[in-house]
């Protein structure tokens, strides 16, 4: 097959979306859709291996001697919300703009990576090898996404996540941390005196975490945001709870790690604490970096990311860059615009030409 033009492949890679959005991908459920990313590689006599709802490939010449670069985005969605006024698995194309979920989180930049793996695959002589992993769970943080797929993997040296940046350079994102409290109290009828009330107990540490802040301010990430999201407790209006759940979601910045952040909260607050995950790492890569240098001199600019993606798994440093908005993300009537896929792509391989 002869080397195809970037213009080739960003028919391709928009035709591949529209695909992408009339199959339906919730997490864990992305079986038809990897298909759908097995059958585009296979046009290109592509290599590639699955594993669960994963879809991965080397370059044809790769060479275990030399360092590699992952290139990485998913193909799962969360599911549509109900503010939708279109159907969310109907891609259509209006001024310019393709609708669709996932569309723009984060169907866009997939395919964009996708069509910049497809451009270098044959290319002899590389720097470094190219190692495109399609995966899923994404969104729910699955042990059977990216996380899992790792050890299967040969050895990363460095990764660009494809995710909404408008094409800019997120160096560091921070991690997630997610905690749940159980506040105990002592059950009873309203009418009588009752000295523990489980909500009371909840509320006063509720108050301590909305009041508290981390001392330590990261230039590009900020402060630790804390934020209380669920509660639940009490069956009917009579009767003094005994217990109260509520949920903690902390974004924590590169200056922590979750288990400090963990640790804290634990020892000043009298709920007991339980977390969902330590996994969820902040992470990020050094301005320094080719890649980053790279990026500068394409005139992109650098900023730090408080959204989650699969960078919080990698070890490895982790530049999270993509086609689209992170702020149409999960949002009802989600869409991309054309160019902004036809502009990621020749990013891409221009920022990929000037390292390897």
Known sequence: MKKTTIKNLQEKAIQLLQNLISTQSFSSEEDE???????????????????????????????????????????????????????????????????????????????????????????PNLNYNLLIAATGEEESSGKNGLCGLLKELPKIDFAIVGEPTHMQLAIAEKGLLVIDGYAKGIAGHAAHENTKNAIYEALEDIFYLKNYDFPKISPLLGKVKISVTQINAGEQHNVVPASCHFVIDVR?????????????????????????????????????????????????????????????????????????????????????????????????????????
């Open 33 to 123: 859709t990897a298909i759908l990313i097995s059958d585009y590689l296979k046009k290109y006599e592509i290599d590639f291996k699955r594993s669960n709802n994963n879809v991965w490939a080397t370059n044809l010449h790769f060479d275990e001697n030399k360092p590699t670069i992952l290139l990485n985005s998913h193909h799962d969605t969360v599911k549509p919300n109900k503010g939708y006024t279109r159907n969310p698995f109907e891609p259509t194309i209006e001024d310019g703009k393709l609708f669709g979920l996932g569309s723009n989180d984060a169907g866009g930049s997939l395919v964009s990576l996708l069509a910049t793996f497809v451009h270098f695959y044959k290319e």
């Open 252 to 356: 924590f910045n590169e200056l922590y790690t979750n288990t400090e952040i963990f640790d804290f909260l634990n020892q000043n607050t009298k709920s007991k604490l339980v977390a969902r995950s330590f996994n969820l790492n902040s992470s990020g890569i050094d301005i320094s970096h080719p890649i980053v240098k790279a990026g500068i001199d394409l005139g992109r600019t650098t900023y730090g990311s408080p959204t989650l993606s699969d960078q919080a798994v990698l070890s490895c440093p982790s530049l999270k860059m993509g086609a689209g908005d992170s702020l149409r993300s999960h949002s009802a009537d989600e869409f991309i615009f054309i160019d902004e896929i036809n502009e990621a792509i020749e990013i891409y391989i221009q920022l990929l030409s000037k390292i390897i």
